[in-house]
């Protein structure tokens, strides 16, 4: 009712009414017919009434209301059923600025963002020194984990790590049933790796979160570390991976060093590791 009142005629493509018109905002009668349902259903509909309610006819009353993304989920939430997912706001596109921020804060630990298909959108510099990220590598994580030579030579865990990644790419897959976008990605996949094939081929999921990793520098040597995903419920469509060293290891000494003036300048003459 809220959302109805705050609707004039005039935003809807109706006449205002003038003075005839005693409360502000649509009328019932007006948003059933602009949605195309029926009158007394829409007002059973207000009221909260146990009636068979569609996601078609959720968007079309969405619609006619101007809900937000994420008023549009609500409403399904309170109709029982399983809400869309949540789209960006066009007043939340520059968060990234923010996200940026934070990731530069949490050096000298490794830290990148990723879209909803595991595209890289930025890391900070530990992520570059410590996993190799860099313009010119693969930009897309899954891509990059089963076909970048370099990631791979430094994970000494790579095998086990893997199924965790295939089983968690399936779990993001699950949130967008039918999305081309995933759809392109394994496809690419499962042409350049047969061992991502196989494993794509158990369908395995597990939940994106928490996953500890070796990773073996060239310089300072292992590293221990958990990587953890975030999300901002502003920004859906981007997670914030953040490493963390593991406890009762030298692994943030490690860190720190690589990123000091002193380990930038080691980092020009790599031994082998």
Not at 21 to 26: D, E, Q, S
Not at 98 to 127: C, E, Q, S
């Amino acid at each position: 009712m809220s959302r109805r009142a705050r609707i004039s005629p005039g935003e809807a493509g109706l006449p205002d009414g003038g003075a005839r018109r005693r409360t502000p905002g649509l009328r019932r009668e007006e948003v059933a017919v602009l949605a195309g349902v029926g009158v007394s259903w829409y007002q059973w509909l207000e009221q909260g009434r146990d009636i068979t309610v569609s996601g078609q006819v959720l968007d079309s009353v969405s619609r006619v209301l101007k809900l937000t993304s994420a008023e549009r989920r609500h409403l399904y939430v309170l109709a029982g059923l399983n809400p869309p997912v949540l789209q960006v706001a066009p007043g939340d596109r520059d968060k990234c600025d923010g996200l940026r921020r934070l990731i530069d804060a949490w050096m000298p630990f490794p830290a990148h963002i990723m879209d909803t298909y595991w595209n890289t959108v930025m890391y900070n510099d530990a992520a570059a020194l410590v996993f190799g990220m860099s313009p010119e590598a693969v930009q897309n994580c899954l891509i990059a984990f089963f076909t970048d030579p370099i990631y791979r030579d430094r994970s000494p865990q790579w095998d086990r790590v893997a199924c965790d990644v295939v089983a968690q790419f399936r779990a993001a897959c699950s949130e967008h049933p039918g999305d081309d976008g995933f759809r392109a990605v394994v496809a690419e996949v499962l042409e350049l790796s047969p061992e991502f094939a196989a494993l794509w081929n158990r369908r395995d999921i597990r939940p994106g979160g928490q996953l500890q990793k070796q990773i073996r520098h060239p310089v300072v040597g292992v590293l221990h570390l958990e990587s953890t995903q975030l999300r901002v419920p502003a920004r859906p469509d981007l997670s914030i991976v953040l490493h963390t060293p593991l406890p009762g290891r030298d692994t943030a000494e490690k860190l720190e060093w690589l990123a000091s003036p002193e380990g930038r300048r080691g980092l020009m003459y790599p031994v082998a590791g």
